[in-house]
């Protein structure tokens, strides 16, 4: 694990206007389920790959669909191209539904 991945991706964050709301001391302290929405949301395939090094797959992809995939239909398409190459869905489209409507549910019954 490269320590030196974190701070290069809070950097790009910062540079995106991602974290305007963390004291600039604490942005490194910020929670990999975080890191991994921002990183999706509003870096490039470069930066993303570069979560996958820092972090464990399965933090990637449970980060992925508790926090991106669950705000639906605003990120449908950006969803569908994750399923289908990161995490090599069969049926990407079907499987981004059914993982959207699972954590609706998981929020309307908490």
């Known amino acids: 694990m490269d320590t030196g991945i974190r701070p ?3 950097e790009k964050l910062k540079q995106q206007h991602c974290l305007w ?3 600039s001391d604490s942005v490194q302290d910020i929670p990999d389920d975080m890191l991994v929405e921002l990183v999706m949301l509003y870096l490039d395939i ?3 790959n570069l979560l996958f090094q820092l972090l464990p797959y399965k933090t990637v992809k449970r980060a992925w ?3 991106v ?3 639906g239909e605003r990120y ?3 969803n569908y191209f994750f399923a289908w190459y990161y995490f090599h869905a069969k049926q990407p489209r079907s499987y981004v539904k059914a993982m959207a409507t699972r954590q609706l549910n998981k929020r309307l019954t908490a």
């Open 69 to 71: 995939v669950a705000q």
């Open 21 to 23: 709301s963390y004291e």
């Open 65 to 67: 669909i508790e926090n």
């Open 76 to 78: 449908y398409n950006l």
């Open 8 to 10: 290069f991706l809070t």
């Open 46 to 48: 470069e930066e993303i």
